[in-house]
């Protein structure tokens, strides 16, 4: 930013000096000036805000989803998320590539081309995709002051809201079942 404003004062009193000598020359060194100028201002505009990536957006959702409920969870304070894993509605295709998809990454050299390739498959039919699992261990403490360390399966739909939690116990209950949650409330997907 110093660099610009140096450059910007200098270019000001050279384009006065040359401004006085009203000469072919002096017009043509007046305009690549100008073109220098303006190039070094736009190569020094500030980096853009990055676009934030799904597992932020996701993360960021399930913070403000348990914030609402602060009587279910008082003092919330999060610890870590786990892989953020997307969810597929379960068919012949999705479930052989599936297959294939873990067989490859079981293999003692798996082929990253092959892995892309295959999840690349899973988006083709924006249909089958139901949304994310993400698990997220949290602390809580009660009126008693007792912490409580929480470990909670988050099922978020494509649009990143928060449809449904599960507890521990719950989840080799239903992990192999094909599932599709509804908003309990209006106020459940905030």
């Not at 498959?121 to 997220?136: A, C, E, M, P, R």
Request: net charge negative.
């Amino acid at each position: 930013m110093f660099l610009s404003s140096y450059f910007l004062i200098n270019l000001r009193n050279h384009i006065h000096v040359l401004s006085q000598k009203n000469t072919p020359m002096n017009n043509i060194r007046t305009f690549f000036i100008l073109l220098v100028g303006i190039t070094a201002m736009v190569a020094c505009k500030p980096e853009s805000k990055k676009q934030a990536t799904t597992d932020e957006v996701v993360q960021q959702s399930i913070k403000s989803w348990i914030m609402n409920r602060t009587e279910e969870y008082p003092n919330y304070t999060p610890a870590d998320f786990e892989e953020l894993t997307p969810r597929y509605r379960f068919n012949s295709r999705t479930h052989s590539i599936e297959i294939a998809l873990n067989e490859e990454k079981s293999k003692g050299n798996p082929s990253q081309n092959t892995i892309d390739s295959l999840k690349e498959l899973f988006n083709k039919d924006s249909n089958d995709f139901l949304g994310y699992t993400i698990v997220h261990r949290f602390t809580t403490k009660g009126v008693d002051g007792e912490v409580k360390n929480q470990e909670m399966l988050f099922f978020i739909d494509p649009q990143y809201r928060v449809i449904t939690v599960l507890n521990s116990d719950a989840w080799d209950l239903i992990m192999d079942k094909e599932l599709f949650f509804k908003p309990e409330s209006p106020d459940s997907v905030k």
